[in-house]
C-alpha cells in the first residue's frame, strides 16, 4: 500500500452543498406555515372540593384495610408461659399427638433441660420403680445391640 500524506493545502477548497436562492428569505415562513394557529389546549387539572373528598375518603379506606389487615405483634409470655398449664394437660395433648419420650428426647431443647441431675431427679420422683425399670431394659427402636 502507498503511504503517500495528505496535504490540506493540496486539497480544493469549495463547498459540496448549494443553497437554493432566497432559501434562508423563505425558511420563517415555511416554520410559521407549520405551527398551528390555535393553540392545543390541554386538560388543566386544578383543586376541587370533589377531588379532595374523594382522595380524603380513598385515603381512608386504604389505612382502615391496613389497620385491619396487619397482624398484631404478640407481646412477651413472660418469665414461664407454661407454668398455669397443669402436667395432666401438658400429658394429654403429647398422647393425642402421639408423641412418645423417645421423640422429645430427641430435641436439643429438652436435652438441655435435663442437664442438671437436679431436674432428672424432680422428674424421676414420684414414678414407680418397676416402671423405670421397665423403660431402661426396653430396647429403643433403631438402636444397635452389642
Do not use: C
Not at 61 to 70: C, E, G, P, R
Not at 95 to 108: A, M
Not at 112 to 122: G, Q, W
Amino acid at each position: 500500500m502507498d503511504k503517500k500524506r495528505i496535504r490540506l493545502d493540496d486539497m480544493k477548497r469549495e463547498t459540496p452543498f448549494n443553497v437554493p436562492d432566497g432559501y434562508f428569505d423563505k425558511l420563517p415562513q415555511m416554520i410559521q406555515s407549520r405551527i398551528p394557529a390555535e393553540p392545543v389546549s390541554r386538560p388543566v387539572i386544578g383543586w376541587s372540593w370533589q377531588r379532595s373528598l374523594g382522595l380524603a375518603s380513598a385515603m381512608t379506606f386504604i389505612l382502615a384495610l391496613v389497620w385491619v389487615t396487619v397482624p398484631e405483634r404478640q407481646g412477651s409470655l413472660g418469665q414461664e408461659p407454661l407454668s398455669g398449664v397443669s402436667n395432666a394437660s401438658i400429658i394429654s395433648y403429647l398422647e393425642d399427638q402421639n408423641i412418645s419420650y423417645y421423640d422429645l428426647s430427641e430435641h436439643k431443647v429438652v436435652q438441655k433441660a435435663f442437664d442438671t441431675d437436679s431436674t432428672v431427679l424432680f422428674y424421676l420422683d414420684g414414678l414407680d420403680e418397676d416402671v423405670l425399670r421397665q423403660q431402661i431394659d426396653e430396647p429403643v427402636s433403631g438402636a444397635e445391640t452389642i
